[in-house]
């Protein structure tokens, strides 16, 4: 008697049922791996990733950054030196291979949120671009005569436009809300706010009272914008046109404002807001303008007599919570299980649960001294680390081979969407 064995099935002829499934499980690496075993995943993939019901898992956030110089010579030549790189703070592994880098390249990263990086070239015109999909949105034009330059304006728009444009962001990764579905943005020397709808195609002033601002982050439907003395403004987008509902300017803390007065010679200061387990959260960088290999300041005389010595560094972080009943800031030792993001990107806020490769009770930053970033072609984008809040220590995790870093390491959420 012969027994008939059943032909072994194939993976490829799996139904879209089951692979999809599968997807809604995986993790972004994943679901590029997932692509790459046949043509028929590979299909099914894209097409449920670009479906409504898509929602992908969530993840750490990457570092965007240059490859080494000397891995990409061969590919791009000495002159390009063009490669691009993510660093996944999870496996501590670098990953080359799952970008579209030359967009990055023909336009300056002024920001990034969710999976998106905002883009300016030097004729002005702003973009949104997803590097992981290749996706690109081309969102509109700042122009005088929407948002009125001075003299320096026009100079750094097209020689520094991250000087020009400190923060850029993506209102909303979501498709819900359609007066969200756009870019709002700090310009020019007065740091200025202006936002722009994708359908709009032009930018608009925000009317904001407490310029020059610091930051700016989007969460619900609402819009938040951080100024100078450390006043805090929201605007509900969530009608046709922006209402404000808070204009609130808490005392500015004193221990960062007794600082400033002992070591401003010494140290310079940046601000964010970050929203954090529904409260707004204000963080002072303390950079060091000159220190040297110990990490101790030193002054800037001393550039001439010590090859150790390094340019900016940041050395410490101050924390604090907004209070809207006492309108104070209120300081913070600790941020529990958060781990904060900061940088040029979109300031987050997440738990450490959710980030299995970072250290809990941390601020991981990357280098948004835009002002000195260009001022010598030997540093510039170096600056970035993690500072632990429970010891006050600032420390690597990621092994800086350039210290000038070109394009500028950027916060990413991996999405190909």
């Known amino acids: 008697m012969t027994i008939k064995r059943k032909r072994d099935a194939s993976w490829s002829e799996l139904g879209f049922d089951p692979l999809e499934c599968i997807l809604r499980k995986l993790p972004f690496l994943d679901v590029l791996r997932f692509k790459r075993v046949c043509r028929s995943w590979f299909s099914v993939a894209e097409n449920y990733v670009s479906s409504p019901c898509y929602s ?48 990055v390249y023909e336009g300056r990263c002024v920001g990034s949120s969710h999976c998106w990086l905002v883009l300016l070239d030097k004729t002005a015109n702003l973009s949104v671009f997803n590097p992981f999909s290749g996706a690109q949105i081309q969102v509109g034009s700042l122009t005088e005569d929407d948002l009125g330059f001075t003299d320096v304006d026009a100079y750094n728009i097209k020689e520094e436009p991250q ?22 943005l700090i310009y020019g020397s007065r740091k200025k706010l202006a936002f722009c709808r994708y359908r709009d195609d032009r930018f608009i002033e925000l009317d904001g009272a407490h310029q020059p601002y610091h930051d700016i982050i989007c969460y619900a439907h609402m819009v938040c914008a951080l100024s100078q003395t450390g006043s805090v403004e929201v605007w509900d987008f969530s009608s046709e046109f922006p209402t404000k509902v808070m204009d609130m300017t808490p005392s500015f803390p004193l221990k960062t404002a007794e600082f400033q007065r002992s070591f401003g010679d010494l ?125 006050g220590s600032v420390n690597p995790f990621y092994d800086i081979r350039l210290w000038k870093m070109k394009p500028v390491p950027f916060w990413i959420v991996p999405d190909g969407s």
């Open 267 to 391: 140290y310079s200061s940046q601000f964010y807001l970050v929203e954090s387990c529904g409260e707004l959260l204000f963080f002072v960088r303390l950079i060091g303008d000159f220190v040297d290999g110990d990490g101790e300041l030193v002054e800037e005389e001393d550039l001439f007599n010590d090859e150790t010595i390094q340019p900016y560094k940041t050395l410490l972080f101050h924390v604090y919570r907004l209070d809207p009943h006492e309108k104070k800031w209120v300081e913070m030792e600790s941020l529990g299980d958060q781990i904060v993001f900061l940088g040029g990107n979109h300031s987050m806020s997440l738990r450490g649960e959710d980030c299995p490769g970072c250290i809990k009770d941390s601020i991981y930053f990357t280098d948004s001294y835009w002002e000195r970033m260009n001022e010598d072609y030997s540093y510039g984008g170096h600056d970035i680390g993690y500072y632990n809040l429970r010891d």
């Open 56 to 103: 992908p898992c969530f993840q750490t956030p990457w570092l965007l950054l240059p490859s080494d110089k000397e891995d990409w010579g061969e590919k791009y030549g000495d002159e390009e030196e063009r490669g691009l790189c993510f660093f996944n703070l999870d496996e501590k592994k670098e990953y080359r291979d799952v970008c579209v880098c030359e967009e």
């Open 163 to 184: 000087v020009f444009v400190p923060k850029a962001v993506v209102m909303s990764e979501s498709k819900k809300n359609k007066n969200m579905d756009g870019v709002v």
